[in-house]
């Protein structure tokens, strides 16, 4: 009978030892000491991937910044030549003589527009732009300068056609002179309109 009970507590005690193991299994388990982590290949993966698009991105960027700059050169210039070409024409309508200086060793060509009353407009190229200035007597009255696109050259020409003189402001490529754009005006045009206004007033 003692052997009977005695066998009976072994086998109760061996239970529960096997109980409180598979607890303490599954505590173990759940734990967050035990929970996997993050390896080292897994992270190197994530920096290398993490470099490309970096790098992906600073390149976009660097393209978006030279293609505004280059676009906001290209309306500077633009705007630039329409300003010449209002002020171009404007001058030599309003002209009463015009010489041009032929191109030298010391420098490059020059266009005079005489306008009455001592002032003298100067048209000269320096560089990528051409400079404008209003003269009064032997003072600089006013400057301006217009920006060209690049490897630009300006040319002067004077013709004359039917007794009326015309000048012709073309911008070419310098390697092929290949012509970008031409400017024409009349000298004097304003000038003879006023003159033949005046004329028709007085006779009536």
Same mark, same amino acid.
């Given at each position: 009978?003692?052997?009977?009970?005695?066998?009976?507590?072994?086998?109760?005690?061996?239970?529960? +030892?096997?109980?409180?193991?598979?607890?303490? =299994?599954? =505590?173990?388990?759940?734990? /967050?000491?035990? =929970?996997?982590?993050?390896?080292?290949?897994?992270?190197v993966t994530v920096i290398s991937v993490s470099a490309i698009l970096l790098s992906i991105l600073t390149v976009l960027v660097v393209q978006m910044t030279g293609f505004e700059a280059k676009t906001r050169g290209r309306i500077a210039e633009a705007t630039a030549?329409?300003?010449?070409?209002?002020?171009?024409?404007?001058?030599?309508?309003?002209?009463?003589?015009?010489?041009?200086? /032929?191109? +030298?060793?010391?420098?490059?060509?020059?266009?005079?527009?005489?306008?009455?009353?001592?002032?003298?407009?100067?048209?000269?190229?320096?560089?990528?732009?051409?400079?404008?200035?209003?003269?009064?007597?032997?003072?600089?009255?006013?400057r301006d300068r217009y920006r060209l696109p690049a490897t630009a050259h300006a040319h002067w020409l004077q013709t004359q056609i039917d007794n009326a003189e015309f000048v012709q402001l073309k911008l070419a490529l310098a390697e092929s002179n290949r012509a970008l754009f031409r400017f024409v005006a009349q000298v004097g045009r304003h000038r003879t309109a006023e003159k033949e206004t005046t004329i028709t007033s007085d006779d009536e």
């Open positions: 009978m003692r052997d009977h009970w005695s066998s009976q507590l072994g086998s109760t005690g061996q239970s529960e +030892n096997a109980i409180h193991h598979m607890i303490h =299994r599954s =505590r173990s388990r759940h734990s /967050p000491a035990c =929970r996997r982590g993050v390896t080292l290949v897994e992270l030549i329409s300003r010449l070409s209002d002020h171009f024409r404007a001058d030599v309508r309003a002209a009463s003589a015009v010489e041009l200086i /032929p191109e +030298n060793a010391g420098g490059s060509a020059k266009l005079l527009v005489s306008l009455g009353d001592a002032v003298q407009v100067q048209y000269s190229q320096s560089g990528r732009g051409i400079d404008r200035e209003v003269r009064e007597l032997s003072d600089v009255i006013a």
